[in-house]
C-alpha cells in the first residue's frame, strides 16, 4: 500500500496512468468510506497548494468522475469531497473528534486557496471550484464570505449538467436562507427520469415518443454514478460489518484445448495466454483508458486484424478494433479507448488478487466476485443477465467455447457501465 507522501509525488507524474492511480488512492486511502485519517487534511493543504501548478492542466479520465477533464478539476472534485465530509460530526463515523477537528481548522486556508479557481475560463474548473467553496462555507468563520459567492453557487452550480453540483447548490442556497423554490430537488429528478426511462422502453405506450424526446434533451451526468457526498439524514454511524459467510472458493482457469487441436473452438492453455492485471478505472495490462488506437498498437506492436466504424454524415467514428494476435478487442468513444474486452479462448490470464477471470466458468467468477464485492449498489446485471461491478469498472460476460461457455471479462469506464446502451451491436454477438 503506498504512503500518503508517495501518492502526493505521483499526482503530478508525467506518466498519465500514475496520475489516475494516485488519484484514485486519495479516495481509496485517504476518504476511505467517507472518513478522514491524520494524514487527510495534511494532503488536503498540499493539494490545495499544488493546483496552480501548470501540470495539473493535464487532462484524462478519472476514477471518479464521467468524461475526461483536467487534473485540476479533479483534485477539486477531491477537496469538495474532503469539505462536505468535514461539515459532518464524529458520531456519523466520519473519522476521530481529533482528525475532524483538523479537516475543520483547515478550511479557512483551503477556501482561501479556491476561491481564485472560482472564476477560471476553464467550466470544469470554475464548477468543482463552486463546489468545494460552497461546502467549506459550513465554516461559520466564512460565513462573511457567503454573499459573494451565493449567486455564482445558484447561477453556475445549480443548473450544472452534474447531478452532484446540483445537489451541492441546492442544499447549501437552502442552508443559506436563500429561495430555492425553482430548484427541483434531485430525488424528484431521478424520480422523474426513471419514470420517463420506463415509458420510453414500453413499445407500446402512448407517451413513449415524447418521453424519448425528453430524455435526449437532458444533459448527460457527469457526476459518478455514485455521488461522492451524502446528505447528512444518510450518516447515521459506521456501517455494521456484514455477517460472516464462507468465502467460495476462487475460480479456475479451463485448462485449454490438447496440444494439436485445431478448429474454431480451440481454447488457448495457461503457457500461452499472456499475463495480465488491472487497475479499475485506470487500465488493463499495457493498456490505459484513453488511448487511441495509433498508441495501442504501439504498445501492443501489433496492428488490429478487424475495425468497426459507424458513420455520421460526412464523419466516421471508431467503434471496436479486434487484435488477433493479443486476444482482445479495443472499444472506443470519441477516438478514445473506454473499454477492453479479453477473449474468453485466445485472450490474456487477468488476474484480480492473483484469481483468473479469463476462461473460466461464469457461476464461479460470478459468485467470487460478488462475495469480494463491498460497497452497497455495486453489483448491477445488464439486460443479458452480466453482472457488472461498478467499484471494479468491471463486467463479466458469457463467450461459446463449443459445448461449454467461459468468461469474457470486460474492463471499463464509468460511461460504459451500462452495456445495453455502450457496447456495439457486435459484441453482443461474441457470445
Known sequence: MPDTPDILGAVLAADPTRRVRAVGDLYR????????????????LVLACLLDDPRTLAEDRWERR??????????????????????????????TAQDLAAARAARPALHDRITDFCDDDDPLVREAALAATALLQADPALASSVPRYAPAVREVLA???????????????????????????????????D???????????????QAIRWLEEQPKD??????????REDRTGPRPAAPHKPAPEPPVAAPGSEAGHRGPWRIAREEERAE??????????????????????????????????????????????DFIESGIRALFHDGRLGCVAADALTGPQVRLDAAPLTGCAPSQVEDWLVHRTTRPGSLAYSVAGDPVFAD???????????DVVLTRPLFLLHDWLDLWHALPSEEWNCS
Open 222 to 231: 457527469t457526476a459518478a454514478p455514485e455521488r461522492l457526498g451524502r446528505r
Open 159 to 193: 443548473v450544472s449538467a452534474d447531478s452532484y453540483y446540483r445537489w451541492i447548490a441546492r442544499e447549501r442556497l437552502a442552508a443559506w436562507g436563500e429561495d430555492v423554490t425553482g430548484l427541483v430537488p434531485e430525488e424528484e429528478r431521478r424520480a422523474a427520469l
Open 276 to 321: 495480465w492485471t488491472f487497475t479499475p478505472y485506470v487500465g488493463v495490462g499495457p493498456l490505459h483508458f484513453g488511448m487511441t488506437l495509433e498508441e495501442i498498437i504501439r504498445v501492443l506492436g501489433e496492428g488490429p486484424a478487424v475495425s468497426s466504424y459507424s458513420h455520421h454524415g460526412e464523419d466516421q467514428q471508431l467503434n471496436y478494433t
Open 29 to 44: 486511502l485517504l476518504l476511505n468510506q467517507e472518513q478522514v485519517f491524520p494524514a487527510t487534511t495534511p494532503a488536503a
Open 66 to 95: 464521467a468524461g475526461r477533464r483536467p487534473l485540476r478539476a479533479e483534485l477539486l472534485n477531491w477537496l469538495a469531497s474532503f469539505a462536505d465530509i468535514a461539515r459532518l460530526d464524529v458520531e456519523d463515523g466520519v473519522g
Open 392 to 402: 471494479l469498472g468491471l463486467a463479466i460476460r458469457s463467450q461459446r467455447a463449443g
Open 195 to 209: 419514470r420517463a426511462g420506463e415509458l420510453a422502453e414500453d413499445p407500446f405506450g402512448e407517451e413513449q415518443e
